[in-house]
């Protein structure tokens, strides 16, 4: 596990290192920034879109919206995290300076051509992002024989594929439907998540709240992954809804038992750590809630914002914090603002996914209070990270 060092100390603060322009001297820099922008503001793109503003948009509504939380501002914080932690796991060089703003550059055009009438441009080139980042990453791991970690490289390519399918799908040029394909990409991300999350939330628990001992078992660990590989090729397949009810129900209980182990009820004095737990628990939620969607006992989208807002949200906000701070040489210690970042994420993700099944008359309440919350926690991050994400280390290293 010494192969993700970003629980480090703090480090002394060097004053000479806080001047100049740093955002382009590592990946996490300008994904992380870029992600946190774009997830505070596209909400309200999303609105307008919604409400008729942008009437000329290739993509729409909540096809748009799935699509840009999923293809935008998930992928850009993946992007960060891995060219970021892939230069640490394999002591080779991944893309700063001119190379990093070509490809942050790609992920804004991105952006930008799903909000015009250029259908096939806005597919080329969103599918073009996670492939560069994978060919990027792809690089230094092979070269340094990380085999354990190709299949990340993978998993980008096949983000790639999935958001193409997804385009050409709208444009009626593949028998598909897009709404499969971003259920697809997001048994991805799902997965990522859960690989990730067994990797560094055992880690960081033991290191940052001592005398906790969160354990990982071996069986509990490959059956859990192997449920959400499962659950993806179910989903690829179409099978029946009662079999992939069955999937998720037991998938959920695998990691809930995952989760157990990790004893996150000791953590809930040290906000880093708390607020990775607090994100795969909604992983568990989102499993029986989509069991239960799969056997209409349940109807809506609940179980797909368990996983968005809760667990995505809550995931890459949390990660986001602690790799900035660990990779700036920053404490890893949580001040007040942050952590109102976390509890506003938490508060989106009860009300957006309980406030409906509550009360489904204050169903339209209970997104945009969601929109609002999830937006200023994002807002906040970027007001607070602005500096820290563009200036030096404190500490002179490079990076």
């Known amino acids: 596990m010494n192969e993700?060092?970003?629980?480090?100390?703090?480090?002394?603060?060097?004053?000479?290192?806080?001047?100049?322009?740093?955002?382009?001297?590592?990946?996490?820099?300008?994904f992380y920034l870029l992600a946190s922008l774009f997830s505070a503001s596209s909400v309200l793109l999303w609105a307008a879109q919604f409400s008729?503003?942008?009437?000329?948009?290739?993509?729409?509504?909540?096809?748009?919206?799935?699509?840009?939380?999923?293809?935008?501002?998930?992928?850009?914080?993946?992007?960060?995290?891995?060219?970021?932690?892939?230069?640490?796991?394999?002591?080779?060089p991944t893309p700063n300076g001119v190379p990093l703003m070509v490809l942050?550059?790609?992920?804004?055009?991105?952006?930008?051509?799903?909000?015009?009438?250029?259908?096939?441009?806005?597919?080329?080139?969103?599918?073009?992002?996670?492939?560069?980042?994978?060919?990027?990453?792809?690089?230094?791991?092979?070269?340094?024989?990380?085999?354990?970690n190709y299949f990340f490289a993978g998993l980008l390519v096949m983000m790639g594929v999935l958001v193409l399918a997804v385009h050409?799908?709208?444009?009626?040029?593949?028998?598909?439907?897009?709404?499969?394909?971003?259920?697809?990409?997001?048994?991805?991300?799902?997965?990522?998540?859960v690989v990730m999350g067994g990797r560094v939330i055992p880690m960081f628990t033991n290191n940052g709240v001592p005398g906790v001992n969160a354990t990982r078992h071996a069986l509990v660990e490959k059956f859990a992954l192997g449920t959400v590989i499962l659950l993806f090729v179910a989903d690829l397949l179409q099978l029946p809804q009662i079999?992939?009810?069955?999937?998720?129900?037991?998938?959920?209980?695998?990691?809930?038992?995952?989760?157990?182990?990790?004893k996150p009820w000791r953590t809930l004095a040290t906000p880093l750590v708390w607020i990775l737990?607090?994100?795969?628990?909604?992983?568990?939620?989102?499993?029986?809630?989509?069991?239960?969607?799969?056997?209409?006992?349940?109807?809506?989208?609940?179980?797909?914002?368990?996983?968005?807002?809760?667990?995505?949200?809550?995931?890459?906000?949390?990660?986001?914090?602690?790799?900035?701070r660990g990779h700036t040489g920053r404490p890893l210690i949580a001040d007040n603002l942050e952590l109102t970042m976390f509890l506003l994420i938490q508060v989106a993700a009860v009300v957006r996914v309980f406030g409906g099944i509550a009360a489904p008359r204050l169903y339209m309440v209970s997104v945009q209070l969601s929109a609002l919350l999830w937006a200023t926690a994002f807002s906040l991050y970027a007001v607070r990270y602005w500096p820290i994400l563009t200036r030096p280390r404190l500490d002179g290293k490079p990076g």
């Open 4 to 30: 993700l060092p970003f629980a480090r100390p703090p480090q002394p603060k060097d004053p000479s290192a806080t001047a100049g322009f740093a955002v382009w001297n590592l990946g996490f820099r300008p």
């Open 52 to 92: 008729g503003y942008l009437p000329f948009s290739y993509l729409q509504g909540p096809v748009w919206h799935g699509h840009e939380m999923l293809f935008g501002y998930t992928t850009a914080v993946i992007a960060g995290f891995l060219l970021t932690a892939v230069r640490v796991w394999t002591n080779q």
């Open 104 to 148: 942050a550059a790609l992920w804004v055009c991105g952006r930008i051509l799903v909000l015009t009438p250029f259908a096939m441009t806005a597919a080329v080139v969103n599918a073009a992002f996670p492939i560069a980042v994978a060919s990027a990453i792809g690089i230094p791991l092979l070269r340094s024989h990380n085999v354990r």
């Open 168 to 193: 050409l799908a709208l444009q009626g040029r593949l028998e598909l439907s897009p709404r499969l394909g971003l259920q697809l990409a997001l048994d991805v991300v799902l997965f990522i998540m």
């Open 243 to 262: 079999v992939i009810a069955m999937i998720a129900l037991t998938s959920g209980l695998a990691h809930g038992t995952r989760l157990y182990l990790w």
């Open 277 to 324: 737990h607090a994100a795969y628990a909604w992983i568990v939620v989102h499993l029986v809630l989509r069991g239960l969607v799969a056997l209409e006992l349940l109807v809506g989208s609940y179980a797909t914002h368990a996983l968005t807002v809760g667990a995505i949200g809550g995931l890459t906000l949390g990660m986001m914090t602690r790799t900035a």
